[in-house]
């Protein structure tokens, strides 16, 4: 168990509340309960700190997170969405190539997050695609098809991109990706969030334990904090400059305004994971019992993250959304159902009796015999222009049987899970029709002609 950690920023906006001042600043609430939780919703008060200037009880703060995973780990109140634009960010600002476009080589089951970034800094990317047939969701990347890869890139990208965990619970190799990057003189990048917990486990699983260079966490997925906490982290291995910089280009993509009552979730949740560091691994190990039950029942169950169900429906006689419906007049809400799976998502946070629930719910749904269908191939298209060029364009939206022949011009994906199909600057083709029509797309965005 590790030593006792401080929650300054909690401590802070707890003794501001009981002070009684007359709140003549934001927020127009001036702490009146409404919801319940104004009296702690504050801004930069003197004492208060500022997010992106920290040198008070954010920066303390931020110096337990770090402690806890091992690396220079910053607070962000917008999601990972804002640590993914830092981080391609940083390495833009760290190319050595001055003058020349940063190019990136991402596995192209990337968050839409990942293309609004690459719009706002004009990056130049090459995508990595699966062997053999995958959801669009997946992007298995073994590492010796990365050696591959980069060893015919001249010159070679800044950086590779991946996400893992992905959507569906599959993990990459991620020691064995850093290891192929480095060799390279490259950088790799993790979009972990899905896995904060994963530094939790026994052993840490967590991407900069494995070797990556910088890593987003999206705490509030996994962890017990309120939606919009993430952590950016910036190994200890590469240059100081990340770290010296991170907190000015967080700046250039984030409000001034960061909520405080994220950042008292992220406070507060150190001193959980430095008393309860063990609770994620029992929890995982738990699962794995659950997990091997469902499996004699018949459930085929894919991925291999540890605290991620991702049922294969079809093999049960149903499609992912017809599940998720049946799960949810039973009072079980997933998190994600499309034609093929349904991922459910769980922590510590359930009790025994919530997962007794859920596997006695998933044992009483009859098996089917299995459908055969089968979701279209995952479309290789033509780069007809940039990113940037495509999202900053002129668009308008059309039926997808009108689309053909045309650029995309927004990814136009819902969220969940907000991984497009087809990346903006791409000419629509056959191909891409049916993906659209599978997945209940019936109208895209294209440039303009």
């Known amino acids: 168990m590790m030593k006792k950690i401080t929650a300054p920023i909690c401590d802070f906006a707890r003794r501001y509340e009981k002070s009684g001042t007359l709140r003549l600043h934001m927020p127009g609430h001036k702490g009146v309960p409404f919801m319940g939780c104004e009296g702690l919703d504050i801004t930069e008060i003197k004492g208060a700190d500022s997010l992106f200037e920290a040198e008070g009880i954010i920066a303390e703060s931020e110096k337990n997170a770090s402690a806890l995973f091992g690396a220079r780990t910053f607070y962000s109140t917008e999601g990972s969405s804002l640590c993914i634009r830092t981080m391609l960010a940083l390495i833009m600002q760290n190319n050595p190539e001055r003058g020349e476009k940063t190019r990136v080589l991402a596995g192209r089951n990337a968050h839409k997050a990942f293309l609004s970034a690459a719009a706002l800094l004009d990056l130049e990317v090459e995508w990595l695609y699966p062997e053999g047939e995958h959801s669009y969701l997946a992007c298995p990347i073994a590492p010796a098809a990365l050696e591959a890869r980069l060893r015919e890139m001249a010159p070679k990208p800044a950086a590779v991109y991946i996400t893992s965990p992905d959507y569906l619970g599959n993990m990459a190799d991620v020691a064995g990706l850093a290891a192929v990057c480095h060799a390279h003189g490259v950088y790799l990048l993790v979009d972990n969030a ?146 093929d799976y349904v991922v459910l998502m769980l922590s510590p946070m359930l009790s025994n009796a919530d997962l007794a629930r859920v596997v006695e719910v998933l044992s ?59 990346v903006c600057g791409e000419r629509i083709d056959r191909a891409a029709l049916d993906a659209f029509a599978y997945y209940g797309i019936t109208a895209c965005t294209v440039v303009k002609e």
């Open 364 to 422: 009483w749904i009859k098996r089917r015999p299995p459908i055969q269908t089968i979701p279209p191939a995952v479309a290789v298209p033509e780069q007809s222009e940039s990113i940037r060029s495509a999202m900053l364009a002129p668009k308008e939206v059309l039926p997808i049987s009108q689309c053909v022949g045309r650029v995309l011009a927004d990814p136009g994906v819902g969220c969940p899970p907000a991984v497009p199909i087809l």
């Open 194 to 339: 899905h896995g904060a917990y994963l530094k939790f486990l026994e052993p840490s699983l967590h991407p900069i334990d494995l070797g990556a260079d910088l890593c987003c966490d999206s705490a509030h997925k996994t962890l017990p904090v309120l939606t919009g906490g993430a952590y950016l982290h910036i190994s200890e291995h590469v240059s100081p400059l990340f770290a010296d910089q991170a907190k000015k280009i967080m700046a250039l993509f984030a409000s001034t305004s960061p909520s405080y009552l994220i950042l008292q979730s992220l406070d507060a949740v150190n001193a959980y994971l430095a008393e309860h560091s063990n609770r994620y691994a029992d929890f995982a190990a738990l699962l794995t019992v659950h997990r091997a039950r469902l499996r004699a029942a018949g459930y085929v169950l894919v991925g291999n993250e540890p605290l991620k169900w991702t049922i294969y429906t079809k093999a049960y006689g149903y499609t992912g959304v017809e599940f998720s419906d049946i799960l949810r007049a039973k009072g079980i809400e997933c998190e994600f159902a499309d034609p």
